[in-house]
């Protein structure tokens, strides 16, 4: 009935991250506060994307380089939080509009007035009223899982170019031209989900060889998260190249840099770290961030998502590059940051006195990617024979603000000193500050593994302790509890399911995309289960008890 409402009124509908509410989460205005306009522009860029692929398959030696490299940014600026301005929005449309020419296929431009005009021919509404909603929430997982491959895609083309990613791309380009299919059935949908999932593995592995090359192999290190002494810019978002660049031209000029949220486990590279102005990690996740940036004493640069709308006293000095957008900011390009440095020497900055009044902080652990937990495998296994460690826990994933998130840090702060805690992405902030936890002969028991990609670290630290127990990755002491939000996160356990891995809790709700019905699959083929917000301890218990 809603969705039918929806369809008179030819209204925008939006579902695609955790805070949706109802179909019509942004029939006025979204809880992220996107307008339905630009949801209907969001949407057209989607479908031009998907003729695109259709386009792209059928002449697959006609198909160009910088329209792979579309692909993925278009997807990518369609992810929650990435992109709000409706300008920059039409100019990717205007140019996947422009590659279908080449690829003959014509009458498929529009204005943003006509994708608002046409949303009850393509919106979502029209998707759920035309396929019903287990098949269309299925068809947007699809969706979403390229979404979120898509931005890791643009991350390792900026450091190494396409090929490290065509491959995966592809195959992205494959599942999505299949959407134009109307009869596919739920297996034919799974079987999709699962090769976005295949899709993305192969991305996180290439960014996180990108990484490496580019920035220095990570080590554990510690972050400050006092403030110093000086002008300074915050820098958010997860684009590790903007941050080099920022670096290079901050050194020389005497303005320091603070990293926020997922920009933390920079401090782990040494490619990064050898400047003397990246001082120090200020703030928590992104949902905070109407409350400390305006507490912060110099600009905020926005890499990528998760951007929310600023408020009026510090959005003058917000900037945005790469995908992210909104209107009203200052957009830099090229990474050519002299705005950004100018802003922060306009500011006050850090003071003496601000950094007396400040309270002690301990500095926050960074850098357990994979090669540096594999070079203490050893004393892990060691750990394991004698019975001094009993269990890992991976628990991270994205941070939100709705309510059931306290389930991450009740269950960090209820488990056992002889476990171990693997933690990565925003999601870390719930659980970095509880309490110190310690070490377990000189392993710290609260691994950072990074970026959300970097769970890229995870699954081979798993893979690793795998072939040195010879038991399988299901059967290993060791439980995954992921929190979502995003198409990120969408991407990330579509990349677990395809790797088989069973007896995931996610939460701190079930997405709504997923009807019953899928989930009902889900949950029969992967034990894939809801965390019991509730009762964190009591599925700690279970976790412990071997019931993952
Ligand atoms: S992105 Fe999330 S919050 Fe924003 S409109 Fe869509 S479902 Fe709602
Ligand atoms: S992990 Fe997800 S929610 Fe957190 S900053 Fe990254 S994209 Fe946003």
Redesign the pocket.
């Known amino acids: 009935m809603e969705i039918e409402k929806l369809l008179d009124n030819n209204a925008s509908a939006c579902y695609q991250c955790e805070q949706a509410r109802g179909p019509g989460c942004n029939t006025f205005k979204g809880v992220c506060s996107k307008s339905p306009e630009t949801t209907a522009i969001q949407d057209h860029i989607t479908w031009l994307c998907m003729q695109l692929a259709a386009a792209a398959v059928q002449n697959r030696a006609k198909v160009t380089d910088e329209q792979l490299v579309l692909f993925n940014r278009a997807m990518f600026t369609t ?3 990435v992109n709000f301005d409706d300008d920059a929005l039409m100019r990717y449309a205007e140019d996947l509009t422009a590659e279908l020419t080449t690829l003959g296929v014509s009458g498929v431009n529009k204005s943003a007035a006509e994708a608002v005009a046409t949303l009850k021919d393509y919106g979502l509404a029209h998707r759920i009223h035309k396929f019903g909603e287990t098949v269309a929430g299925l068809r947007e997982t699809v969706v979403y899982g390229i979404r979120g491959a898509a ?1 890791y895609a643009d991350h390792a083309f900026v450091l190494e170019g396409l090929d490290p990613v065509r491959k995966e791309t592809w195959m992205n380009v494959e599942a999505m031209a299949e959407l134009n299919k109307d009869d596919l059935s739920v297996d034919a949908l799974l079987g999709l989900t699962l090769k976005v999932g295949e899709a993305n593995f192969g991305i996180m592995a290439a960014l996180d060889k990108a990484h490496n090359a580019a920035l220095g192999q990570p080590s554990f290190a510690p972050v400050n998260t006092r403030p110093v002494e000086g002008k300074c810019i915050l820098i ?3 684009d590790m190249d903007d941050l080099h660049k920022l670096l290079e031209q901050c050194e020389a000029r005497g303005v320091n840099v603070f990293t926020h ?2 920009m933390i486990p920079a401090h782990a590279y040494p490619a990064l770290r050898k400047y003397k102005c990246l001082v120090g990690n200020y703030g928590t ?3 905070n961030q109407r409350k400390e940036f305006p507490l912060f004493p110099g600009p905020v640069l926005f890499t ?3 951007i929310m709308p600023p408020r009026e006293d510090y959005k003058h000095r917000v900037f945005t590059t790469g995908r992210v957008g909104f209107p009203g900011l200052t957009h830099v390009t090229n990474g050519e940051f002299e705005p950004v440095i100018a802003a922060a020497l306009e500011a006050p900055g850090y003071t003496k006195a601000d950094v007396e009044a400040a309270n002690a902080e301990s500095p926050l652990l960074v850098g357990a990617m994979h090669a540096e937990v594999l070079s203490h495998a050893g004393k892990v296994l060691e750990l394991i024979g004698a019975g001094k460690l009993r269990h890992i826990f991976f628990i991270g ?4 603000s709705t309510p059931g998130r306290n389930y991450f840090s009740d269950l960090a702060e209820a488990i056992p000193d002889d476990c171990l805690i693997l933690t990565g ?3 870390c902030f719930r659980i970095n500050r509880v309490k110190d936890y310690g070490d377990i002969e000189g392993i710290p028991r609260l691994l950072d593994v990074g ?2 990609n970097d769970v890229f670290s995870a699954i081979k630290i798993a893979v690793a302790l795998s072939e040195a127990t010879g038991l399988a990755v299901n059967d290993l002491p060791l439980s995954l509890c992921v929190s979502w ?2 198409q ?2 969408v991407a990330v356990l579509l990349t677990l399911l395809h790797l088989g891995i069973r007896n995931i809790r996610l939460g701190p709700s079930l997405p709504r995309f997923l009807t019953p019905d899928a989930l009902a699959v889900l949950a029969d083929k992967f034990a894939l289960k809801p965390t019991n917000n509730k009762d964190a301890k009591g599925d700690l218990a279970d976790m412990l008890a071997g019931e993952h």
């Open positions: 992810l929650t939080n931005a958010t978002g997860h949220g997922e996740s992104w949902r990528t998502n998760c994933g994205c941070d939100g992405a925003c999601g970026q959300c939000f995003e990120k996160a």
